[in-house]
């Protein structure tokens, strides 16, 4: 039983052009021009369904980057936060701390830097193990 086949005629646009793909084709090996053009065509198909997952992986790391856009947006209004709380907390400090007389300046001083001390050990135990570190080489440098 014959295979069903499905015919087109092909009109090419001029004859240098039809010229070409006679010669590419028996350049590249094919066994005739059909074969060729069918090559020619089975490609651009296959191009076609790459160009879409192409598409689809640029639309998931186009999410993946507003996704990490917007998580480094709260960050930053978080850490705003922070030296606005901060800043807030030192202005009411300082007005509300009264300043040594000189003579008592140097244990005053020396007091000061006991409760920076005792400041830092008590952040420190509050972050992760990795920054805790950092703090303690802080701590001990000084």
């Known amino acids: 039983m014959a295979k069903p086949r499905i015919e087109r005629s092909l009109l090419f646009p001029n004859k240098e052009f039809r010229e070409r793909v006679r010669k590419a084709s028996k350049d590249r090996g094919f066994r005739s021009e059909q ?3 069918l090559a020619a065509c089975e490609r651009e198909i296959r191009r076609g369904d790459d160009t879409e997952s192409v ?3 640029e639309a998931r790391i186009a999410a ?3 996704n990490l856009a917007k998580q480094g947006q709260h960050l930053q209004t978080l850490v705003e936060a922070q030296v606005a709380i901060t800043d807030v907390l030192l202005k009411y400090v300082i ?3 009264v300043e040594p007389p ?3 300046l140097p244990a005053a001083r020396v007091r000061a830097r006991l409760r920076y001390d005792k400041l ?3 952040a420190a135990k ?3 193990n990795k920054n805790r570190d950092t703090l303690r080489d802080m701590v001990a440098d000084d």
Do not use: K
């Open 55 to 57: 598409t689809q992986f």
């Open 120 to 122: 830092i050990r008590a």
């Open 35 to 37: 074969a060729f053009i």
């Open 64 to 66: 993946t980057l507003m």
């Open 95 to 97: 007005t509300c701390v």
């Open 126 to 128: 509050e972050l992760s």
């Open 102 to 104: 000189e003579d008592a």
